[in-house]
């Protein structure tokens, strides 16, 4: 095909991407960062990086990083400076970072080999300066190449800049200074009191001598060593260093202290133990820091979801900071360092029984529930931690360790209610329950034989109590038949049946057992009612056949004894609604409809006769 053939492919146009300068300004500075304060991070940042660059030439270079706020913001490090060629990659070049080359391979000044020690990008972070400030101003002194002229950077956020070589006396040691002049609209970001307090939030564990300086002279360090790299004189000296720092960061008292040190990832920190119960739900809040520097104080990602109960300050080299340096990065690492967190925390609560049982008493009378979370999960955990556990029994509030050996075999209501229904007349039959039916509750009680061998656990059936009340003598049953009838008629509207039996105590009048299916058929039943068309035939065809609810009225109590034998229909109706009504309310449920007006009903009616029975006592009525 000859090159005129209409048909032949044209050649490729190369062509460069157009990138308008101002708008990537504005994504990144108003929309990369969360907020303008960010940009004294950024500076300290590139400050600190600058700094590691120069001690990778030379080890005793020093290491300073000062700021200075008097209407303008200027941060002068004593770190490798930029010639003028490093400006024209560096700064006017948008992206390139000043740790790598181009294509993103070690640069051939050594410098890319300490990359560990950066925390940023020079380029980047310093477009976040454009949140508080139309221009910026870079004056620089290399201490690569001694003999280049000093160098200055000016930019502006529409995308103009220029550079200007000046000579070696305005700045006679190498190093950087950025300058700021901040917009009116953001002039609260540079006063001093607003500098000196985002200058420690963002670089108090900064491993270099940090001082903010105001208009008059006067000098305020910001650094301080970390808690955790201080030597004490004594461990309870150190654990109160380290209890002070989390009320001065977190505002309270930890229940305890563990010290976190991970030195594959050079991680060093402290979990505090939360002094109250937190849910489980509520994420923690920690506070990382890269290098020193703080990256977020609101880390979820640092530690299991069942750590709930601790709250972390931790400073590492090997994580990575998210694009905007706000959080960290989801990789492998992270991933690691969480879990070994985890492991660490789960091997202070394992120790914890045999080197401080007081403190564990006092660690799971407030934070049960997270144990519970975790012991499901972690066999160890389980068998080390489970007999210490507080459950709900018939025996009161005791851990399974000493309920196990009044019952050797333990009933799981399942529910809350089922157990609230059972409780009085199981424990007074000796039969042992738990409930079950809290979070974890019930799984936890039917794992205990794994670590108590001989010990049953099984499901409560209302059945199993019915069958630990006593029969009523045949004679007594016969007597009372007439209010049975009568009950019977009453309840059986609320898918009930009547039952006379002994049992204890004698102060309980009646009993009322149930179960989740019953209560499920029930609702489904009035459901169907209430709908019609597809909705009724759909719950009608869910009709299953389960056991109804029982009153059981109780013989040995004399209010029950005295209404068996009630010769009246009325009031026999009237008492039987309320030994019904007493019996709901015995369940803590909540009441139906029906059961409320019941309830109504037979309150009014037995004041209306109390009051008809004064009325016939009284001889003045009479006469």
């Known amino acids: 095909m000859s090159s005129t053939d209409p048909a032949a492919s044209a050649a490729p146009t190369a062509h460069t991407f157009q990138v308008d300068l101002r708008g990537l300004v504005d994504l990144l500075s108003h929309h990369l960062y969360s907020s303008p304060r960010v940009y004294l991070r950024e500076l300290l940042q590139n400050a600190v990086d600058a700094i590691s660059a120069r001690r990778a030439l030379d080890p005793d270079a020093p290491a300073r990083i000062a700021v200075r706020a008097d209407g303008d913001l200027t941060v002068t490090d004593s770190g490798v400076g930029l010639s003028e060629a490093d400006v024209h990659t560096f700064l006017a070049t948008i992206g390139r970072s000043s740790k790598r080359t181009a294509d993103g391979s070690l640069d051939n000044t050594g410098l890319a080999a300490a990359r560990s020690d950066f925390i940023g990008q020079f380029g980047i972070g310093l477009l976040a300066c454009f949140v508080v400030a139309d221009e910026i101003t870079v004056v620089s002194r290399s201490a690569k190449h001694p003999d280049a002229p000093v160098v200055e950077w000016r930019g502006h956020s529409d995308g103009r800049y220029t550079i200007t070589t000046l000579p070696a006396s ?3 040691e190498p190093g950087t200074t950025v300058r700021l002049t901040p917009r009116p609209d953001a002039a609260q970001w540079t006063r001093h009191d607003q500098v000196v307090e985002l200058a420690r939030h963002y670089g108090s564990m900064l491993r270099h001598e940090v001082t903010v300086e105001d208009a008059r002279g006067a000098v305020t360090r910001i650094d301080a060593p970390a808690p955790w790299a201080v030597r004490h004189g004594s461990p309870l000296a150190r654990r109160e260093a380290l209890a002070a720092y989390c009320r001065e960061t977190f505002d309270f008292t930890p229940l305890d202290t563990i010290e976190l040190d991970l030195p594959l990832v050079g991680l060093r920190g402290a979990a505090y133990v939360l002094p109250d ?3 489980p739900s509520r994420r923690a809040g920690h506070r990382v820091h890269l290098k020193g520097m703080l990256v977020s104080d609101q880390a979820d990602e640092l530690l299991p979801d069942w750590a709930f109960f601790v709250r972390c300050v931790v400073d590492a080299d090997g994580l990575r900071p998210t694009a905007s340096r706000e959080g960290l990065y989801a990789d492998e690492t992270l991933a690691a360092v969480r879990e070994a ?13 045999a080197s401080d049982p007081a403190l564990l008493h006092r660690f799971i009378g407030v934070h049960h529930l997270a144990v519970k979370a975790l012991a499901r999960y972690d066999d160890e955990l389980l068998r080390m931690l489970l007999p210490w556990l507080p459950f709900e029994t018939t025996d009161g509030n005791v851990t399974l360790e000493e309920f196990a050996r009044a019952h050797p075999v333990i009933l799981v209501a399942r529910t809350v209610e089922e157990f609230r229904q059972v409780a009085p007349i199981a424990g007074a039959a000796g039969l042992g329950v738990v409930n079950g039916g809290y979070t974890y509750d019930g799984d936890l009680v039917h794992r205990l ?20 009340l006593d029969s009523v003598d045949p004679a007594a049953e016969l007597a009372a038949a007439g209010f049975l009838a009568v009950a019977r008629e009453v309840v059986g509207r609320f898918d009930c049946d009547v039952a006379l039996r002994s049992f204890h105590p004698a102060s309980a009048p009646a009993l009322l057992l149930d179960n989740r299916e019953a209560r499920h058929e029930r609702t489904r039943s009035r459901l169907a009612d209430e709908a019609d068309g597809l909705w009724a035939d759909i719950l009608g065809s869910l009709r299953s056949e389960v056991p109804r609810a029982q009153l059981v009225l ?9 209404a068996s034998s009630i010769p009246g229909q009325e009031l026999a109706v009237i008492a039987a609604e309320a030994l019904y009504g007493q ?3 015995m369940t803590r449920r909540p009441l139906t409809s029906g059961e409320s007006a019941l309830l109504n009903r037979s309150f009014l009616g037995l004041l209306d006769h109390a009051m008809l029975g004064l009325d016939s006592a009284d001889p003045q009525k009479e006469s």
Do not use: Q
Not at 454 to 463: E, N, Q
């Open 170 to 172: 305005a700045k006679p």
């Open 277 to 279: 119960a937190a849910p």
């Open 341 to 353: 967190c985890g492991a660490r925390i789960r091997d202070w609560l394992t120790g914890l029984s």
């Open 449 to 468: 034989p794994e670590i108590r061998p001989g010990t049953s656990v099984a499901d409560l059936d209302p059945g199993t109590v019915t069958a630990h």
């Open 554 to 562: 109780n013989h040995l109590n004399p209010l029950v004894r005295r």
């Open 583 to 585: 019996a709901v309310l």
